[in-house]
């Protein structure tokens, strides 16, 4: 039996792993979303590999699932085309079936890098469930993860943001995020295949010759902490990310309790509401509250758990979650526990928020439907 590189093994490892974590039957579908870099056609070719020895071991034979790609094509540089096809003709020469190709229209809101990603994250939603698809694996990897926690930490972002990426959300699934781009790479050289660099991620890549920040953070940043603080850097920043997110899950959790019970029910919500709860502001001048909250329930909780609660409020009333940030959620703070007098506070999106009778009335913008 020929002997596997090392590299290679590490994935097929990752993926095996990922696969029996995900628990699919016999001739699910799972897709990888390939891009034609190294990470995601290192990650294809071991989907090909182990989507038929799924549940193996020394008792079983294991099952075949069937393995099968998407590949998002952004349309945003000269010949984005041509790079989509390459990457979907490696997906069919690995054996995946189907190979779907998706091209996109990403807008400009919030900047081309979140655009971007969310057009990409929507179009592979789509085609996992029109192919009816378990999972759509994805191929991050630990720098990934370490590039980003720097990133949030530069931008003063809370736990959330720091938890950086997570390995399940929804049909996404990322089983890379315990290895180096460098393992991926080297897998790829030791299976013949060809990869393709994204250009973007070079320096001067960006607008009039500047370098993008990311990639100045991968070029630049990491080597420089390595340098100074020693070999490992990544690893810990992947770390803290993992123990972020299991603090911000926890926390997360005690909002959603939070505002469950700072809700103001009206009669149509089953519960009747005391008089005080009713908007005692003229219909016209804010419109209806679509949401109302108990101040004082709200005052009694601890503040990291208060400070949740009130964002989540605020996107349920169609603030976007992007745009929310932390002056927001100060001012709808500032309401609930330093209260004087003060005007309603403006949220993103046309949404606002104000203070009457003791209760906090959310309000949604003018153009939500």
Do not use: K
């Not at 009039?208 to 070999?231: I, K, N």
């Amino acid at each position: 039996m020929a002997r596997v590189a090392a590299a290679v093994a590490a994935v097929r490892h990752a993926v095996r792993v990922d696969l029996a974590a995900l628990g699919p039957r016999p001739d699910d579908l799972v897709l990888v979303a390939c891009s034609g870099g190294a990470d995601s056609l290192a990650l294809a070719a071991a989907l090909a590999h182990e989507a038929g020895r799924v549940g193996r071991s020394v008792r079983s034979r294991g099952f075949t699932v069937r393995a099968g790609a998407v590949v998002v094509d952004h349309g945003l540089q000269p010949g984005s085309d041509d790079v989509a096809a390459r990457a979907a003709a490696q997906c069919r020469a690995l054996g995946l079936d189907p190979v779907v190709v998706r091209r996109v229209s990403v807008g400009r809101a919030g900047g081309l890098e979140a655009a971007a990603r969310t057009a990409r994250y929507a179009a592979l939603d789509e085609v996992a469930a029109d192919a009816g698809a378990v999972a759509v694996l994805l191929g991050h990897t630990l720098d990934d993860q370490a590039e980003q926690v720097l990133l949030s930490l530069a931008r003063g972002s809370g736990a959330r943001a720091l938890g950086a990426i997570g390995a399940v959300r929804g049909v996404l699934r990322r089983p890379l995020l315990g290895l180096r781009r460098a393992q991926t790479q080297a897998a790829c050289q030791a299976l013949g295949l060809a990869w393709w660099d994204d250009p973007t991620n070079a320096p001067g890549s960006g607008a009039d010759g500047a370098t993008p920040l990311r990639t100045r953070v991968r070029h630049e940043v990491l080597p420089v902490l390595e340098d100074v603080l020693g070999p490992g850097v990544a690893q810990s920043l992947a770390r803290s990310a993992d123990l972020l997110r299991a603090d911000a899950d926890a926390l997360d959790a005690l909002a959603a309790d939070l505002l469950d019970r700072a809700r103001v029910h009206d009669e149509a919500g089953g519960a009747p509401a005391p008089a005080a709860a009713r908007d005692p502001a003229p219909e016209g001048e804010y419109g209806p509250a679509a949401l109302v909250l108990d101040v004082a329930v709200l005052a009694a909780a601890p503040d990291a758990v208060r400070r949740r609660a009130l964002r989540a409020a605020a996107i349920a009333v169609g603030a976007p979650a992007g745009a929310t940030g932390a002056r927001h959620v100060a001012a709808l703070d500032a309401l609930v526990v330093a209260w004087r007098g003060q005007r309603a506070t403006a949220l993103p999106s046309g949404a606002s928020a104000r203070r009457a009778c003791g209760r906090l009335f959310l309000h949604p913008g003018r153009d939500t439907s």
